[in-house]
C-alpha cells in the first residue's frame, strides 16, 4: 500500500535529507585514491549521529554498515572495507538517514583519478537518466514513464538496465510501495498522485544488464564483471510540482562531472 504524505511530513522528510547531502558531502571530501572504504563510512556514520540523524542502513535487515559502497563491477549493496581507492576505480556511495520519523535515501558514483572513457561516459549518462526519471516523475503521470525515460535514454548508448533492483516508496519505512522500475513502457503503471515521495535511482551496467549476488549475502555485481553506476534522488511529487528532497549540491562542490 502507497502511504501518500502530507506537506508537513514532505518538510521533515527534507530537514533529513539535508543533513544526508552534508553527509555526502562530507564522504566526498575524501572520496580519493589511497583512501579507504571504512574510513568514508565511519565519517558519515559521526556526521550523521552529530547531526541528530539515525543512519537509515545500519542494521536494516542485518545490513552492517552506514554506507553502500560498491567499487567497479558491484551494482549495490557493497561493505564498506580495507580496500583502497584507486585510480581508475568508480565508486557508488549509497547513504540515508532516518530523522524525527522518515527516511530519505540518495546515492552519487564517483570516478577515482583518471577511469576509462566509456567508464566516464557510464556515469555522466547514468547521472543524466536520474534527472530524465525525475523529469517524468509528476502528478497525473504513471510509473512506467519514468522507466521508460530512464531506459530509452541509456540503452542508446549500449548500456544496461539492471532489471532485479528498483528504486521505491521513501517515508516511514527505507523501502516502501511502489516500486520503481528503472525500465518500462510509457503510460503503464499506477498514476502518481498528490503526497507520493519515492526515490529514483537508476542502476545502469557498462556491458550487459545481468547481475549476480556475491557470497557475503549483500553485495550485488554484474554478472560480466564490467562497471556500474547508480545515482539516486529522493523525490517529492505534489500538485505544486516535483521536488527533488535530497542533494548532491555538496558532493557537487567537490567534484563536478
Ligand atoms: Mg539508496
Ligand atoms: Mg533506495
Not at 547531502?21 to 549521529?49: C, M, P, W, Y
Amino acid at each position: 500500500m502507497i502511504q501518500i504524505k502530507s506537506r508537513e511530513e514532505i518538510e521533515i522528510i527534507k530537514e533529513g535529507a539535508d543533513i544526508l547531502g552534508r553527509a555526502h558531502g562530507e564522504v566526498a571530501k575524501n572520496v580519493k585514491e589511497g583512501v579507504t572504504t571504512a574510513s568514508l563510512d565511519k565519517i558519515a556514520e559521526e556526521f550523521i549521529k552529530d547531526n541528530g540523524g539515525v543512519p537509515s542502513f545500519k542494521n536494516y535487515n542485518g545490513f552492517p554498515y552506514t554506507l553502500c559502497i560498491s567499487e567497479n563491477e558491484q551494482v549495490v549493496h557493497g561493505f564498506p572495507g580495507e580496500k583502497v581507492l584507486e585510480s581508475g576505480d568508480i565508486v557508488s556511495i549509497d547513504c540515508g538517514v532516518f530523522y524525527k520519523g522518515f527516511h530519505s535515501d540518495s546515492a552519487f558514483t564517483y570516478p577515482i583519478g583518471t577511469v576509462e572513457d566509456k567508464t566516464m561516459e557510464l556515469l555522466i549518462k547514468t547521472k543524466e537518466s536520474l534527472y530524465k526519471g525525475i523529469e517524468k516523475a509528476r502528478v497525473g503521470n504513471r510509473l512506467g514513464d519514468i522507466g521508460f525515460e530512464i531506459q530509452q535514454y541509456v540503452e542508446q548508448f549500449g548500456f544496461g538496465v539492471v532489471r532485479e533492483l528498483v528504486g521505491h516508496g521513501v517515508g516511514k519505512n527505507l523501502h516502501e510501495d511502489p516500486e520503481v522500475p528503472n525500465y518500462g513502457k510509457r503510460g503503464k503503471g499506477i498514476k502518481l498522485v498528490d503526497g507520493m515521495v519515492i526515490a529514483i535511482e537508476p542502476m545502469i551496467n557498462l556491458g550487459t544488464k545481468n547481475i549476480v549476488q556475491e557470497a557475503d549475502g549483500w553485495t550485488i555485481r554484474t554478472q560480466d564483471k564490467r562497471p556500474s553506476a547508480h545515482f539516486e534522488h529522493t523525490v517529492a511529487i505534489t500538485k505544486e510540482g516535483t521536488e527533488v528532497l535530497t542533494t548532491h549540491k555538496y558532493i557537487e562542490e567537490i567534484i563536478k562531472f
